[in-house]
């Protein structure tokens, strides 16, 4: 179903700023998260892939209720916020410990290639996410097959996002191991976020996709109403 909430410009600001907001907290945790590797049935990849495919929920979430414009306000408002805020929080948590505040006296170049990967990689695949949900909401519209369109997008803005992110920040990296295996861990990487978009996010997708067009609707009537 096409369907597009038309709040005013006082209650979309206040959506557009919650959402920026989420993506934000999304992209500390993860790059935090991807600092420390796991092993997943004996291949190498890191926490980060359970915790970024939720930005992508909010992504689809804002362009199908709010359009496309809103949406890609939200990831011109996340970059540069995201970038130092995620520089500070893995510097002073490093390898999963805090570290001290003293950390931040020096330039960390370990870090400051994981925040400007995901800065890179989140505006890149941010965007394509966006274009090709749109394209394919508009083309699918009146269509009951809803999981497409974010499944889609989904496929090829997590790819995008993975080979940029890992690519920069890793690539003859100052760490060994990340050094060593950022090929397998941004491959395992990918495969985890496509199977979290299958069995969780498309799922999860489904139930705020439902629950916030009728919050959202129902907001909208009562400032109407007022």
Do not use: C
């Not at 930005?55 to 890609?72: E, F, H, I, K, W």
């Not at 080979?163 to 990487?189: G, K, N, Q, R, T």
Request: hydrophobic share 60%.
């Amino acid at each position: 179903m096409l369907f597009t909430l038309d709040l005013s410009a006082a209650r979309q600001r206040a959506v557009v700023a919650a959402l920026a907001a989420l993506h934000i907290a999304i992209i500390i945790a993860s790059n935090y998260l991807v600092q420390l590797p796991i092993t997943l049935f004996g291949l190498h990849t890191t926490w980060a892939a359970f915790s970024f495919p939720l930005v992508y929920v909010a992504t689809d979430l804002t362009a199908r209720l709010l359009g496309a414009g809103p949406a890609r306000r939200v990831v011109r408002w996340v970059m540069l916020p995201a970038l130092v805020l995620s520089y500070v929080i893995s510097v002073l948590f490093h390898d999963g410990a805090f570290v001290g505040w003293a950390a931040l006296g020096g330039f960390n170049l370990f870090v400051f290639r994981i925040a400007l990967g995901s800065f890179i990689a989140y505006a890149v695949g941010q965007m394509l996410d966006i274009f090709v949900f749109s394209r394919l909401r508009a083309t699918l519209a009146g269509s009951r097959h809803w999981w497409l369109a974010p499944s889609v997008s989904s496929v090829f803005g997590n790819l995008v996002d993975s080979v940029l992110f890992f690519s920069i920040a890793f690539y003859a990296s100052s760490d060994p191991f990340m050094a060593a295996h950022w090929v397998e861990i941004a491959l395992v990487d990918y495969a985890v976020k496509l199977a979290m978009a299958v069995l969780g996010v498309l799922p999860l997708y489904g139930l705020l996709l439902a629950g916030l067009q009728r919050w959202l609707a129902r907001s909208a009537v009562q400032a109407v109403a007022a």
